[in-house]
């Protein structure tokens, strides 16, 4: 019997009966690619540690480790872009990209909801890129700066928030029915 203490593999649907969920991590590639990377980093850590050890079997292991704990976050990332997808439920849109980025999206703060024709650049002011490797295909404009939670605590204010998910049109439709009935 194999216990498994991390939960079910699929995020749970959520309980009231006005949400939708919108995955992002199906079809952006992101898993090959960090499986890629992965074997590449597995054996790049053993080459150095082991070039490091003739030296100082000190710096060897601490190379190691460090290794070690950056394919734990990436995998952590990885794990938890399938169990947080994106949520609109309630009146307020859910945007969370791994253990990058939570920002609340309350649907009155929404000013308008557009398809991405020339992406911003990812530093631009006021803007969260919450796309994992695909670009954004929708872009949300808000009333008013909403506080996005990123990775160690850091916080930035956001006012536009560009959105790559698996079902753009089924997200644009979501939206834009939630946006009437809440009286926009």
Do not use: N
């Not at 000013?111 to 991405?116: D, H, L, N, T, Y």
């Not at 404009?141 to 930035?156: D, S």
């Amino acid at each position: 019997m194999t216990v498994r203490p991390e939960g079910p593999e699929e995020p749970e649907e959520p309980e009231e009966q006005d949400s939708a969920v919108f995955s992002y991590h199906r079809k952006s590639g992101y898993g090959a690619l960090l499986g890629a990377l992965l074997l590449v980093f597995a054996f790049e850590t053993l080459g150095i540690h082991f070039l490091l050890q003739r030296w100082s079997p000190a710096a060897a292991w601490i190379f190691t480790a460090s290794s070690l704990y950056a394919m734990a976050v990436l995998i952590a990332d990885a794990r938890a872009q399938r169990r947080r997808p994106i949520v609109l439920q309630g009146g307020v849109l859910q945007v969370r990209i791994g253990l990058r980025w939570t920002v609340a999206v309350p649907l009155a703060a929404v000013a308008e909801v557009s398809e991405v024709r020339t992406p911003l650049p990812r530093r631009a002011p006021g803007y969260l890129r919450a796309a994992v490797l695909a670009p954004p295909q929708i872009l949300l404009v808000l009333r008013e700066p909403l506080t996005a939670q990123g990775p160690y605590g850091i916080r930035r204010p956001v006012t536009r928030i560009g959105l790559a998910v698996d079902e753009p049109e089924r997200l644009r439709v979501a939206l834009g029915t939630a946006l009437v009935e809440g009286g926009r």
